[in-house]
Nanobody, 124 residues
Framework: QVHLVESGGGLVQAGGSLTLSCAAS????????LGWFRQAPGKECEFVAL????????DYADSVKGRFTISRDNAKNMLYLQMNNLKPEDTAVYFC?????????????????WGQGTQVTVSS
């Protein structure tokens, strides 16, 4: 089992920046991909970014490409999401998640373990 805890959310003005962190513990050696998803009120869970652990390859949703950067620190078992030039439409609860599926998936159903989420609110 993998235990994930997010932190770093908050309230920020449009154009500002935030860095989300995700601390992972447990059986992380089987994890193939680590991802960030978000869910706004009344909307479905949306893929934001992923990183393939073995190849250190990352991928992003079009809506955040060029503004968000996913990274990880293996030694600390940490996952990060640097978010720049935030927009009101980025407002959501952000979740980190892990996937053992041998594919870099954008589908939340391929991710087995999830954190509790951290709220990001961007004011206009």
């Amino acid at each position: 089992q993998v235990h994930l805890v997010e932190s770093g959310g908050g309230l920020v003005q449009a154009g500002g920046s935030l860095t989300l962190s995700c601390a992972a513990s447990g059986r992380t050696f089987n994890v193939y991909a680590l991802g960030w998803f978000r869910q706004a009120p009344g909307k479905e869970c949306e893929f934001v970014a992923l990183i393939i652990k073995k190849y250190n390859r990352d991928d992003y949703a079009d809506s955040v490409k060029g503004r968000f950067t996913i990274s990880r620190d293996n030694a600390k078992n940490m996952l990060y999401l640097q978010m720049n030039n935030l927009k009101p439409e980025d407002t959501a609860v952000y979740f980190c998640a892990t996937s053992n599926a041998l594919v870099g998936s954008y589908d939340s159903r391929d991710y087995e373990y999830w954190g509790q989420g951290t709220q990001v609110t961007v004011s206009s």
